[in-house]
């Protein structure tokens, strides 16, 4: 149980392009859904937290408008990087929850901006 | 905010050997502990957990302790294989005080020899 995918994998854009990462509870509704960013050799860094049907609350110096965050049911939420450029290469995760359990992390998706 | 650290970021050990990877974490509020394991180029798993009302928990080969007095919390890993090497995080949550957000450890990367 606790199965969190994410789609796609890997995704290489040229700079300016959108790119969407859909993240999914397989076998739970997820109430809570969180976005975090990689760096190599990095810890995790939080970016936002999503409530499904509610607006997503962005962490300190996370642009809003550059990371679009939607949470339409209790199993999908997406995250689209608007206008990517090379500083927006990274691993980025997301992890699914209901309040106030465990968060399962799905496998991530790499993102290369050109 | 929360502040979490590891006492060292790599850990060599020899296979069948036990591994103890430690944690420190600062708020006393805090009332969720996890232990996570990351290979290189995938997502988090989750090993096992702890809330503040346990001072030990056991899980297959992993026990986590958790001292509230000096905030601390480790993980131990017994008869290590191969199969361990990973960067392990532990990630603290002060509940519905923080939204059920985790704060991460920097992560210790544990190698096994053989």
């Known amino acids: 149980g606790a199965v969190v995918s994410q789609h796609p994998s890997w995704v290489i854009c040229k700079s300016g392009t959108s790119v969407k990462i859909e993240c999914r509870s397989l076998d739970f509704q997820a109430t809570t859904m969180f976005w975090y960013r990689q760096f190599p050799k990095q810890s995790l860094m939080l970016m936002a937290t999503s409530n499904e049907g509610s607006k997503a609350t962005y962490e300190q110096g996370v642009e809003k408008d550059k990371f679009l965050i939607n949470h339409a049911s209790l199993t999908l939420s997406t995250l689209t990087v608007t206008s990517a450029h090379p500083e927006d290469s990274s691993f980025y995760i997301c992890?699914?929850?209901?309040?106030?359990?465990?968060?399962?992390f799905g496998p991530g998706t790499r993102l290369l901006v050109l | 905010g929360e502040s979490v650290g590891l006492h060292l970021p790599t850990l060599s050990v020899q296979e069948g050997d036990n591994s103890i990877i430690n944690c420190a974490y600062s708020n006393s509020a805090s009332d969720y502990f996890i232990w996570y394991k990351q290979e290189s180029g995938k997502g988090p798993q989750f090993i096992i957990d702890i809330r503040s009302n346990m001072d030990k928990r056991q899980g297959q080969r992993v026990t986590v302790l958790l001292n509230k007095t000096v905030k601390h919390l480790s993980l131990q890993i017994a008869a290590t294989q191969p199969g361990d090497s990973a960067v392990y995080f532990c990630a603290v949550s002060d509940g519905r005080f923080n939204d059920y957000k985790l704060s991460f450890g920097a992560g210790t990367t544990v190698t096994v020899r053989a």
């Open positions: 992890s699914a929850s209901r309040l106030g359990e465990t968060q399962y």
